[in-house]
């Protein structure tokens, strides 16, 4: 790598005066020797080694005035439409005028060019540059014309090089601001019979007295190439329009993908950009071979219908890169957005924090824009927009780079001859608010790096590289077409529409269920439970299930206002029915045996949905002051910001503090209601719920904290927790009815409620068991007292009978037993009589009930304690060995409905 080295020097406009090869410092003489004989063996004649020579003698008394001849593309288009050549003319305008004041006022912040006082420009119009007879003649005034200094050439590589021919003759230095075809500068097969090139080796420079300020378009997608390399890219495509200018642009590039390591390179494709059928062509190759990296290189015609016609056919590779278009405001305004993520090279961008943009070293001879603590390339920006009123472009920016370089010669020869001026231009190497200015053999711009812009989602130019300088990782893969828009559909995946099939199946369960209840509401197990409640909490049930609809993978305002009244309504009207039904049965119970008016308990239906409707309130407040202060809301997520197709709308709120309040109450009310399950453990089987709600309790609870806890993590995809999430609420609502009605629905239909306390006296073994009335541990037992009354008895009819004839006392025992028998069954119907009224009363009258009613609830004691008595007393009097299934006994059948043994 050869380069200059810095040294320091009492002036600092001084230029340092040896170069390095490595870490080794030569003197411009030895320089010249070493580079002299490889420049021979690669054939490249025609080399002047008394092009090194300048004289360095300037000092700050020096000083110079110039003039510059400027050639300008002002006519034949329309200097408003950003990027013609007219457009191309007023820039190069602007920047010959604030340069000029840049000279001549000079800049306190910067050292500037000292040697020159005065510098004045002289403008010809060359048309459009089409015109090469104009061209020439306009160029010949100025060139032959010894009053000026040096003639800055017009915009475009092919007005260049018309004016370059006609220049070649005369001893004045032609300078390029906009001139980047390899074939300007260098003698190639193409030109070789052309001006410039007669007799020259093919590789040798084309004209001695041009010299390019900008990069070659041989350096143009190298950049790109390079970012694919880079990505793991491995296969790459070129096409190219038929001009000299890009195929000598794709050429390198191809060269570049060889070195990098590409597996698959696809040949350069020569598009005809008019010819619809060569644009099938092209794309039909690309569909078929798939290559990673697409490079275009193209002017900004083709560029801009390349776009086009990729969008039409939904068409995109990894990476694509075009040239010329990108950066251009014309191009943004034309394609707008599908401009996204499509990259391409420009020669500067005023964002460059390289080194090689900073003006502030010791190798800048000219240092305009080397303020403290502004870039620059951004001081250049400033003025150029201060005094124009728009950003300047790239090719602005080329311009003013051409007469940087016309300073440099003035002062690094301290001279304003042809030769000396010449010489120094050849010996270039100036970092500028353009980048690095560096005289290559062929007189062109050696040094300066390609910029590699990227436009972003938001259609905003990105500097991607050099990695130096960038201002945005490269985006690769990019975006597909369709992964561009965010097509909201709402219940449209497979798990959406799975969800309202499982909502739509649990409804119609609950449904079904509050249907049987109320169709069956008389039987005594279902009464039992307390239908109006029950139906109340299955409805708190349905409105859980249907909040699933509103918790989908997509929301919307209407899913957003919905979910949190229906799972808070839901849940309050699930939990505090079933709570408040369990608190009346623990109350009836603990207080059975006290002298208390049932009525002044309040335990009526209306009461208690007073009660229910206190419990309701906690969460109509928080849901109202939710809704009011800080309403679950539509927001976007955007998990991959440059692929809008992975976009999602969910319900969300600015701070969850009504979320967790809601939550915090769910919780307490589930906290009470298992501790009122446990209270009533010992309660009369019929009311008795507790191992039914616990386990329902237990599943509930269970998936309620699993639901959360994965929510509240966000561990794994959408997908997955919303599948877990209607997977945790069906298993919670049918765990919840199976375990706590589903022994209810089987005693409905299994008859076990009607004859559950009902005893057969055809099998004598019944008499002796207790009945599930009387397993209960509050079953009362026969009093101690009564049982020895009982005993007595007996011995005394035993003795009574002692003596009398066998048959007579067979006889006796027999009507006795008979006698007994229907005792037991009038009295079993009169408990089964006084058991409904006290479920009757319990569940449906209690607000009706009076002291009366009060005696017979505690008269169950006494009903229950003569009918064991009953049956003990049968026993006793039973003579030993005899039959209870004689058949002399007729027992008749009770009238109410009883089982069949």
């Known amino acids: ?326 950066g251009s405001s014309g191009t943004v305004a034309a394609l707008g957005n599908r401009l996204n993520f499509i990259a391409g090279p420009v020669q500067w961008d005023s964002r460059c924090t390289d080194a090689s943009c900073s003006e502030r070293s010791t190798l800048a001879v000219v240092r305009y824009y080397n303020q403290s603590g502004i870039l620059a390339p951004v001081a250049f920006n400033n003025e150029y927009l201060n005094y124009s009123g728009i950003n300047p472009s790239y090719q602005a920016a080329g311009s003013q780079a051409a007469l940087y370089s016309a300073a440099y010669a003035v002062q690094r020869a301290c001279s304003t001859g042809y030769r000396n001026m010449l010489a120094a231009l050849d010996d270039i190497s100036q970092p500028s608010f353009f980048g690095r200015i560096e005289a290559s053999r062929l007189g062109a711009n050696q040094a300066k790096q390609m910029i590699l812009l990227q436009y972003n989602q938001y259609t905003e130019e990105q500097i991607i590289a050099p990695l130096s300088t960038n201002t945005m990782r490269a985006i690769y893969p990019i975006p597909t077409w369709d992964e561009r828009v965010y097509n909201k559909c709402m219940y449209c995946l497979e798990e959406e529409r799975g969800m309202i099939g499982i909502v739509v199946v649990n409804s119609v369960m609950l449904l079904c269920l509050a249907g049987f209840i109320i169709a069956y509401r008389n039987h005594p197990a279902i009464k039992a439970t307390s239908v109006t409640f029950v139906i109340i909490s299955l409805f708190g049930l349905l409105c859980i299930n249907l909040s699933m609809v509103t918790w989908p993978l997509e929301n919307d305002a209407a899913t957003c206002a919905a979910l949190p009244w229906l799972v808070g309504i839901g849940v309050t009207l699930f939990v505090s029915p079933i709570a408040l039904k369990m608190w009346r049965i623990k109350t009836i119970f603990d207080n059975i045996d006290q002298p208390v008016k049932i009525t002044s308990l309040k335990l009526d239906d209306i009461s208690l949905l ?204 027999e009507a006795k037993y008979t006698a007994l028998q229907h005792e037991n069954v009038e009295l079993a119907g009169k408990i089964k009589l006084l058991e409904e009224r006290i479920i009757k009363l319990v569940e449906e009258k209690v607000d009706a009930m009076n002291e009366s009613s009060v005696e017979l609830i505690r008269s169950r004691h006494k009903i229950m304690t003569s009918r064991g008595a009953s049956k003990a007393n049968l026993d006793m009097r039973s003579p030993k060995g005899a039959s209870p299934k004689s058949p002399k006994i007729k027992v008749p059948t009770p009238k109410s409905p009883v089982a069949r043994n």
């Open 1 to 326: 790598i050869i380069g200059r080295k810095e040294t320091t020097h009492p002036n600092a406009s001084q230029p340092p005066t040896g170069y390095f090869l490595g870490d080794e410092h030569f003197s411009p003489a030895v320089t010249r020797r070493t580079m002299l004989l490889p420049l021979l063996l690669l054939g490249l004649g025609n080399f002047r080694a008394d092009a090194f020579t300048y004289t360095n003698l300037c000092n700050s008394s020096d000083s110079f005035n110039i003039t510059i001849g400027v050639l300008l593309t002002e006519s034949g288009s329309d200097p408003t439409t950003d990027g013609s050549r007219a457009w191309r003319a007023t820039e190069t305008r602007n920047v010959t005028n604030f340069f000029k004041g840049l000279v001549e006022e000079g800049n306190p912040n910067a050292t500037g060019v000292y040697v020159i006082d005065e510098i004045n420009f002289e403008y010809a119009d060359v048309g459009t540059g089409s015109n090469s007879t104009l061209v020439t003649a306009k160029t010949v005034e100025m060139c032959s014309n010894p009053n000026y200094d040096f003639v800055i050439a017009p915009f475009s590589s092919g007005a260049t090089q018309t004016a370059a021919i006609a220049c070649m003759s005369y001893d004045k230095i032609l300078i390029s601001g906009g001139a980047a075809s390899e074939a300007v500068y260098s003698c190639l097969e193409e030109n070789q019979n052309s001006a410039g090139c007669s007799g020259k080796v093919v590789g040798t420079r084309r004209f001695d007295n041009l010299f390019g300020a900008i990069s070659l378009s041989s350096s143009y997608m190298e950049p790109a190439v390079t970012v694919g390399a880079l990505n793991g890219a491995s296969s790459i495509a070129f096409f190219n329009e038929a001009s000299l200018f890009t195929s000598t642009m794709c050429d390198q590039a191809q060269r570049a993908a060889v070195q990098l390591g590409y597996t698959n390179i696809i040949p350069s494709y020569t598009l005809d950009r008019t010819d619809d059928a060569s644009w099938n062509t092209l794309f039909n190759d690309l569909e078929n071979k798939k290559p990673d990296v697409v490079i275009g290189c193209v002017l900004t015609a083709a560029c801009e219908r390349w776009i086009q016609e990729a969008e039409s056919r939904n068409y995109l590779p990894n990476f694509v890169a075009l040239s010329v278009c990108i």
């Open 610 to 813: 007073k009660r229910l409707a206190i419990m309701m309130l906690p969460t109509l407040i928080i849901l109202v002051l939710w809704q009011t202060i800080d309403p679950l809301s539509e927001v976007v997520e955007q998990p991959d910001p440059i692929r809008p197709s992975k976009n999602y709308t969910i319900c969300k709120s600015e701070t969850p503090a009504f979320a967790i309040l809601l939550l915090s109450y769910f919780l307490l009310l589930l906290v009470v209601l298992a501790g009122l399950s446990f209270a009533t453990r010992k309660a009369w089987n019929k009311f008795k719920e507790s191992q039914q709600m616990a386990f329902a309790l237990y599943g509930f609870i269970v998936c309620t904290v699993v639901l959360v806890a994965l929510q509240a993590s966000e561990q794994g995809s959408r997908e997955y927790l919303f599948v877990v999430r209607v997977a945790f609420i069906t298993i919670a609502i049918w765990t919840w009815c199976v375990s706590l009605y589903g022994p209810k629905i089987w005693a409905v239909c299994s008859r076990e409620g009607e004859t559950a306390d009902t005893i057969m006296i055809s099998n004598a073994d019944n008499l002796k068991r207790p009945t599930a009335l009387h397993q209960s541990s509050h079953t009362p037992q026969i009093p101690k007292k009564l049982r020895e009354m009982k005993e007595a008895e007996d011995n005394s009819q035993a003795e009574a009978m002692e003596g009398k004839d066998p048959k007579q006392q067979a006889v006796e025992y």
